[in-house]
Nanobody, 124 residues
Framework: QVQLVESGGGLVPSGGSLRLSCAASGGTLTYAMGWFRQAPGQEREFVAAISRSGSSTYYTDSAQGRFTISRDNAKNTVYLQMNSLKPEDTAVYYC??????????????????WGQGTQVTVSS
């Protein structure tokens, strides 16, 4: 069993920055970790993912160049640095973890545990 706790969300003006954190606990080995987001009335969508070693990262087109995912395995924590935020980035952001290797990062059904989510609101 893995517990994930996100933090770092909030209200920022357009063009601002936020850094989300997600701490994992529970003793289970974690493999890839990802960030997803869900806006009201929309499906949960992939934002970014990072491999177990941190050597490979994956982004949706809208996040590429603005967001950076990273992880600190010593702290069992994954981060999402978000710069140049836009109102359309407003959503609840969730982190998720894979507990065994899968060669797939974009599908939310490919993740085993989820955090409770943190709200990000970008004002125009």
């Amino acid at each position: 069993q893995v517990q994930l706790v996100e933090s770092g969300g909030g209200l920022v003006p357009s063009g601002g920055s936020l850094r989300l954190s997600c701490a994992a606990s529970g003793g289970t080995l974690t493999y890839a970790m990802g960030w997803f987001r869900q806006a009201p009335g929309q499906e949960r969508e992939f934002v970014a993912a990072i491999s177990r070693s941190g050597s490979s990262t994956y982004y949706t087109d809208s996040a590429q160049g603005r967001f950076t995912i990273s992880r600190d395995n010593a702290k069992n924590t994954v981060y999402l640095q978000m710069n140049s935020l836009k109102p359309e980035d407003t959503a609840v952001y969730y982190c998720a973890v894979q507990t065994y290797y899968r060669n797939s990062y974009y599908n939310p059904y490919g993740y085993d545990y989820w955090g409770q989510g943190t709200q990000v609101t970008v004002s125009s």
